[in-house]
T-cell receptor
């Protein structure tokens, strides 16, 4: 059965810190790894990494995919209180099913 | 705003009842996905439709059913409700196949409380 595991489950940092969130996956016929940010409501799309795009960057956020070791990391530099959220990682395989991890809850204190 | 619209936002009902959740995908998106999110299970895939046809099925109970209509909106029907069905139900849409590089965009969800 496909599986996505995220670590740590929760993280508390101070504004300005850099954080690294981890995601390991076991997905049959793996094709893509997605990161989402979930505040109070809908998960918001951040990045999609595939075999043709194993590193993505947007502002203070960046992500890499290691297809050999089956993991991905999400880095957030110079964290702000607005970065406080649950970060979800999801793996997509040959089917249309996207398998989500349970998320990392990030709290950024002022 | 993702462009995916879900109604209602909240629903409170009793055990044994039946409810219908509605989703309108982003303009131009052909795929609709339904997910259930509970505190202990995280986001669980239920079912996916593409242009009116069922494409993938996850851990959807037999008491649950869904369909996608010609105008591409989708409905998720939950019947014989149990306390354990209380959760946040998300709809997501995408322009094309997930494996083709189209990410999912989520609506704000419907919070279902079964009493």
């Amino acid at each position: 059965e496909d599986k996505v595991v995220q670590s740590p489950l929760s993280l508390v940092v101070h504004e300005g810190d850099t954080v690294t969130l981890n995601c390991s996956y076991e997905v049959t016929n793996f094709r893509s790894l997605l990161w989402y940010k979930q505040e109070k409501k809908a998960p918001t799309f951040l990045f999609m990494l595939t075999s043709s795009g194993i590193e993505k960057k947007s502002g203070r956020l960046s992500s890499i995919l290691d297809k050999k070791e089956l993991f991905s990391i999400l880095n957030i530099t110079a964290t702000q209180t607005g970065d406080s959220a649950v970060y979800l990682c999801a793996g997509g395989g040959g089917s249309e099913k996207l398998v989500f991890g349970k998320g990392t809850k990030l709290t950024v204190n002022p | 705003d993702s462009g995916v619209t879900q109604t209602p936002k909240h629903l409170i009902t009793a055990t044994g009842q039946r409810v219908t959740l509605r989703c309108s995908p982003r303009s131009g998106d052909l795929s609709v996905y339904w997910y259930q999110q509970s505190l202990d299970q995280g986001l669980q895939f239920l079912i996916q439709y593409y242009n009116g046809e069922e494409r993938a099925k996850g851990n959807i109970l037999e008491r649950f059913s869904a369909q996608q209509f010609p105008d591409l909106h989708s409905e998720l029907n939950l019947s014989s409700l149990e306390l354990g069905d209380s959760a946040l139900y998300f709809c997501a849409s995408s322009a094309g196949p997930l494996h083709g590089g189209s990410p999912l965009h989520f609506g704000n969800g419907t919070r279902l409380t079964v009493t």
